[in-house]
């Protein structure tokens, strides 16, 4: 089942409406369809070209090229992506999505394959309104 939660934050400009954060959760979630459907271009468009994800702890990779090569790899498995809520938070242009996720493919010699973490995502707003994902950590972990 799915949970949407959004936190409405005060800032002096006043609170942050609902519609920023389910911009938000849409951008997340429409990078997740994409990725199921197997769209690298669609993918790829949801990050600032200077993007960062860190696909394994210790793994990141920046920019487009970088984003392109490793999302390749993750799409081949095609993945089905379910998250198990969502939490975000917005200061400004810029926002943080939090949120429990699952993922089923399958492995290039054949075999069932099942994970899951918490992802935690920086995005920033462009100029033209649209939001971008800054930095995209999956595995999130203190570590």
Known sequence: MTQTMALALTTPAGPVAAGEAAAIQSRIEATAAAMQ???LDTVLSGYVPGGLVEFAPGAEARGTAALAAGYAEFLAMQPRI??????????GDLALHLGAWTVEGTAPD???IRDGGFSVVVLRRD???A????????QATAG
């Open 127 to 129: 100029p033209d309104g």
């Open 110 to 112: 054949g075999t069932a």
């Open 37 to 39: 459907a197997g769209d």
């Open 131 to 138: 939001w971008r994902i800054v930095i995209d950590v999956p």
């Open 82 to 91: 379910t998250f198990d809520g969502h939490k975000v938070l917005v200061a």
